[in-house]
């Protein structure tokens, strides 16, 4: 396939917050993860003229996103050349770590779609572990009006994980 503006506007919707997330698993940092997606990026974009045809893109930009991450490995830590993707849990395989990549996006692009409010007290709850009184306190609201921001911000990821799964696979 030739890379045109539109495909490649595209291809960068699709797995630019997968690749994000790919390199993170790598890198261990957001923003070295999120520079290295977006020069890959880059350089696929001054390659577009050159008439390169790509018969993956997918295959071919986690490949690039993933060599890339490992050259910036290998460069930062003088002690380990070994360089393999990892989580909480330690060493994963590269499908894996694909495979968690597309899921972890897919839920931040439902949890990107939540209501402002509902999304605000989602994350309080869950990424930062606050107790529903605390962001009751923090937000200046009830605690009913938490609770009741909370199942809604449930019941919209759930319905919402299906529509972006759906979305991309049909």
Same mark, same amino acid.
């Given at each position: ?25 790598y890198l261990?940092?957001? *923003?070295?993860?999120? *520079?290295?997606? &977006?020069? @890959? ?6 390659? %577009? *003229?050159?008439? /390169?045809?790509?018969?993956?893109? %997918?295959s071919y =930009?986690?490949? /690039?996103?993933?060599?890339? @991450? ?7 830590? =003088?002690?380990?050349?070994?360089? &393999?993707?990892?989580?909480? #849990?330690?060493? +994963?395989? #590269? #499908?894996? @770590?694909?495979?968690?990549? !597309?899921?972890?996006?897919? =839920?931040?692009?439902?949890? *990107?779609?939540?209501?402002?409010? @509902? ?12 107790? !529903? ?5 923090? /937000? ?9 921001? /909370?199942? %809604?911000?449930? %019941?919209? =990821?759930?319905?919402? +994980?299906r529509k972006? !799964? ?5």
């Amino acid at each position: 396939m030739a890379i045109n503006t539109d495909t490649f506007k595209e291809n960068f919707r699709i797995y630019y917050r997968p690749l994000c997330l790919f390199a993170l698993h790598y890198l261990h940092d957001i *923003d070295n993860a999120e *520079d290295t997606v &977006q020069d @890959c990026f880059a350089e696929l974009w001054e390659r %577009k *003229d050159s008439g /390169m045809e790509i018969s993956d893109i %997918k295959s071919y =930009l986690y490949s /690039m996103v993933r060599n890339r @991450c490992i050259d910036i490995a290998k460069k930062d830590s =003088l002690i380990d050349s070994n360089v &393999q993707p990892s989580d909480l #849990e330690g060493i +994963i395989s #590269e #499908e894996e @770590c694909e495979e968690r990549s !597309y899921d972890e996006a897919r =839920l931040w692009t439902a949890i *990107d779609s939540l209501p402002e409010k @509902c999304r605000e007290v989602f994350l309080l709850a869950k990424r930062d572990g606050m107790k !529903y009184e605390e962001i009751a306190v923090r /937000m200046n609201i009830s605690v009913n009006t938490v609770k009741n921001q /909370m199942n %809604k911000a449930l %019941k919209n =990821l759930k319905e919402g +994980i299906r529509k972006v !799964y759906l979305f991309f696979f049909g």
